[in-house]
């Protein structure tokens, strides 16, 4: 039997370089068709419209005065925004370098030039409970269910919470508005 060249037909009478196409051809098609079905599958797991209007908001700081806090619903989380005194702040600042079980300074925590302003998660980090300010050791929150104490920086300084109350994404749009994730 010789050998066959380049192009040339088999015994059978069929071209290997046409019959390469073919189910190279015919394997793309079928990835094609797959992913066309797969598709509107996959699409209809990404969140709906209604919860990405939900992802982001915006708050008027002129409602909150001087030491008050206001709670907001936030991705079906509390959220506290607080204006912190000048005593709170200085407080939180002298104790950046006390004995902390999550180590974070208070400028790290605050936007810069905007410290008198705390946005937190409002959900205790053990079991999500929503702590209330003024309980604790330190003057800020306190978990009355378990007795996690923070700080006025929202930092973790006794009882079984493993970390820092949580700052979420935020920016301020303006000296009055500010948009919180």
């Known amino acids: 039997m010789a ?6 037909k088999t015994e059978s009478g069929s071209d290997p370089s046409r019959r390469d196409f073919i189910y190279i051809a015919a394997i793309t098609a079928a990835a094609g068709g797959a992913a066309a079905l797969a598709w509107p599958f996959i699409d209809q797991m990404n969140p709906s419209a209604d919860t990405l209007a939900l992802a982001s908001t915006e708050f008027d700081l002129t409602k909150v005065a001087d030491g008050q806090q206001v ?7 509390p959220l506290f925004v ?7 702040i200085q407080k939180a600042v002298a104790d950046d370098g006390a004995s902390m079980k999550d180590p974070q300074k208070d400028a790290d925590r605050v936007k810069p030039g905007k410290a008198q302003w705390l946005v937190l998660i409002g959900s205790c980090t053990h079991l999500g409970c929503v702590p209330t300010f003024g309980g604790g050791d330190y003057g800020g929150w306190f978990c009355p269910c378990h007795g996690s104490h923070y700080d006025t920086s929202g930092r973790i300084r006794k009882g079984p919470a493993p970390l820092n109350l949580a700052v979420p994404e935020y920016e301020f749009l303006s000296d009055t508005k ?3 994730g």
């Open 3 to 8: 050998d066959t060249a380049v192009g040339a």
């Open 71 to 77: 709670t907001l619903k936030w991705r079906g989380k």
């Open 82 to 88: 607080r204006n912190r005194t000048s005593a709170e």
């Open 178 to 180: 500010v948009k919180i």
